[in-house]
Structures are given as structure tokens and as C-alpha cells.
């Protein structure tokens, strides 16, 4: 199995350089969500596996409109001795600008906006709140054939919990 996911990754990073991709887009990403959120003297902090959806269209080589669906899979901490479980869902839909490094290699920075819902369950009790704002994103991504890309990015969110970002790794189909 190794030396087939191996082989599969090798014929991936080795197909024909494609200068730009214009059209829609979707594809999907697994990463790292960070959840960090002080209240009074309260302190919860975790990481947890978590994965997105993501479409959009690319008017040029330079510019595309993305929409997203992430999940960030369950954080947990304990307070007071009690275990609590945070996760957080939600909505993207930002701007993405491109910059070539060369015939298969860019970087992008994106923006827009989230609206997302975070539950928050200790002893069986399960609390949410809805959230908006302001997302920002960078990242690289590696046009592998004409069809596929590979990305890596980061994600911020303004958002009510001190701290929540993500760090990803997905694959960009074109359709």
C-alpha cells in the first residue's frame, strides 16, 4: 500500500506544466484547526483533524471567487476537571488573487468573510454560538496536471474565540 500511495504522489508531482487554469473549481482539504478562547480566568486550547469543501471559478489565471464548508473536527480541554468538547462549523466565500512562481508553482492570498456556529458540550450539555466575520488566507498551490493541483494554505478567522486558524493540505480539481 506505501509503495502504491508513493507511486500515485510521484506520477502526481511529475504531469505536464499548465500556465493558468481558468473555469471552476472544487475540491477538498485536510488540516489542523487551532481553538484557543480565554473567558474571565477560563482557558481552553486544543487542535483537532479537521477537513473542508471548497468550489469557486477562476475568471483569470489571477483571480478567482471561492466558497467554502469547513468542519474542525472536536477540540477538547478540561476545566475544573471536566472535559469540555468544542467544534466549530461553517461558510466561506472570499477572493482569491494568484501569483505565478513559474509554469506549475503560484502562491495566493485570499479574503472575505465566515459565518460559522461553535459547540461548545460539557457534562452532556451542548451550548452554540453563531458567528461572522472576516477571513483571511495564504497559501501555495502546485498545478500537478492540467486537471489537478495541490494546495497547502493557511486560514484565519476573526472570530469570537481568541484564536481560530487553520493549516491545510487539499487537492483542487478542475472541471
Do not use: C, H
Not at 472575505?112 to 451550548?127: K, R
Amino acid at each position: 500500500m506505501r509503495k502504491v500511495s508513493l507511486f500515485l504522489v510521484v506520477l502526481i508531482l511529475v504531469g505536464t506544466p499548465v500556465l493558468a487554469v481558468e473555469g471552476p473549481y472544487a475540491g477538498l482539504g485536510l488540516g489542523s484547526t487551532k481553538v484557543d478562547d480565554t473567558d474571565v480566568d477560563l482557558v481552553f486550547s486544543d487542535s483537532a483533524m479537521g477537513w473542508k469543501v471548497f468550489g469557486g471559478y477562476a475568471f483569470t489565471d489571477m483571480f478567482a471567487m471561492e466558497f467554502s464548508y469547513f468542519e474542525s473536527g472536536t477540540a477538547s480541554d478540561s476545566l475544573f476537571g471536566e472535559k469540555i468538547d468544542v467544534e466549530v462549523t461553517g461558510y466561506t466565500l472570499v477572493g482569491r488573487g494568484s501569483l505565478a512562481l513559474g509554469d506549475r508553482l503560484g502562491v495566493f492570498l485570499k479574503g472575505g468573510f465566515f459565518s460559522n456556529d461553535t459547540d461548545a458540550t460539557v457534562l452532556g450539555v451542548t451550548l452554540s454560538e453563531d458567528d461572522s466575520g472576516l477571513t483571511l488566507g495564504a497559501g501555495l498551490r502546485y498545478q500537478s496536471t492540467d486537471r489537478i493541483a495541490i494546495r497547502g494554505e493557511f486560514d484565519w478567522f476573526d472570530a469570537d474565540i481568541d484564536t481560530l486558524w487553520t493549516v491545510s493540505v487539499g487537492l483542487e480539481f478542475s472541471l
